[in-house]
């Protein structure tokens, strides 16, 4: 987890679950096919989730399953 998701206060372990079982969130068409083929493939795949911060704003947060599957972050992408 970067140190902006962990301070947020959002339900990331939530959105790290629909991630995991293969949800994507907020991504289009295509993202979501090249999801499917690198899962098969051993490749990193990625989600991205429009959430709600606590002041009121919009941000996407991004949830990444690295090559080999091995590691999966969770980040704000700016």
Known sequence: MSHEVLVSGLDYQRL?????????GDI??????ENSLALAANKAVI????????DGQSAM????TEE????TVV???N
């Open 68 to 71: 080999r599957q091995v590691y």
């Open 47 to 54: 989600s991205q989730f429009r959430v709600t911060m606590a």
């Open 75 to 77: 980040f704000f992408p």
């Open 16 to 24: 790290l679950r629909r991630h995991l079982a293969g949800d994507w």
């Open 28 to 33: 289009c068409d295509y993202d979501a096919q």
């Open 61 to 64: 947060m991004c949830i990444m």
